[in-house]
């Protein structure tokens, strides 16, 4: 069935180095990726998201790339600050299925000051 | 925009009790989709409304149920409860029309607490 893998489930930086969270999908029609970022006892936000046409974006500190073929995306903090501390969620979409979103098991980031 | 809003923030109800959480979209918003989060299972597709209709279901029993209402609010009702409902439910409202994907916003989520 859908399926989406996270690795890892911890990670521990110190301030100012490189943050990066792996996912791997199993439905190959899924062409959305979006990542979500939760705070302790706050809402997901959402943070950037790619689609299948686009292989790499990018917003200030954070850039998400995309392999289609090993179906597999990655999302890349950079100049990590203790506020990145969070738990980070990855998801795949496929259109097919409107609105459903299968999401990784999530990764939480701790920034050491 | 005002953003997602769910009620109730906290419930606690007692095992057979039901249950009916509701969730209110950012205005033009007609997809809502409803979410279980846990430690255990993480962040699981419970169902999707849209336009009135689910329009997709997650691997949830029967007890689960939803529905929208003409104006996009959607509600989320659980009956006889058990134990393993305890859980954060969150809703998501979205653009999402047929045959495209689009972003998800969240609303901060029912705390519900079966004992």
């Known amino acids: 069935g859908e399926n989406v893998e996270q690795h890892p489930s911890t990670l521990s930086v110190q301030e100012g180095d490189s943050a990066v969270i792996k996912c791997t999908y199993s439905d190959s029609a899924s062409n959305y990726f979006p990542w979500y970022k939760q705070e302790l006892g706050k809402r997901p936000q959402l943070i950037i998201d790619?689609?299948?046409?686009?292989g790499e974006k990018k917003d200030q500190r954070i850039a998400v790339t995309l392999n289609k073929t090993a179906k597999h995306f990655s999302l890349h903090i950079t100049e990590t600050q203790p506020e990145d501390s969070a738990v980070y969620f990855c998801?795949?979409?496929?259109?097919?299925?409107?609105?459903?979103?299968?999401f990784g098991q999530g990764t939480e980031l701790s920034v050491k000051p | 925009k005002a953003g997602v809003t769910q009620t109730p923030r906290y419930l606690i109800k007692t095992r057979g009790q039901q249950v009916t959480l509701s969730c209110s979209p950012i205005?033009?918003?007609?997809?809502v989709s409803w979410y279980q989060q846990t430690p255990g299972q993480g962040l699981q597709f419970l169902f999707e409304y849209f336009s009135e209709t689910q329009r997709n279901k997650g691997n949830f029993p029967g007890r689960f149920s939803g529905r929208q209402f003409s104006n996009s609010r959607s509600e989320m009702n659980v009956s006889t409860l058990e134990l393993g409902d305890s859980a954060l439910y969150l809703c998501a409202s979205s653009l999402s029309v047929s045959g495209t994907s689009y972003e998800q916003y969240f609303g901060p989520g029912t705390r519900l607490t079966v004992t």
């Open positions: 998801a795949a979409s496929n259109p097919n299925q409107g609105g459903k979103l299968i």
């Open positions: 790619i689609r299948s046409n686009v």
């Open positions: 205005s033009g918003h007609r997809s």
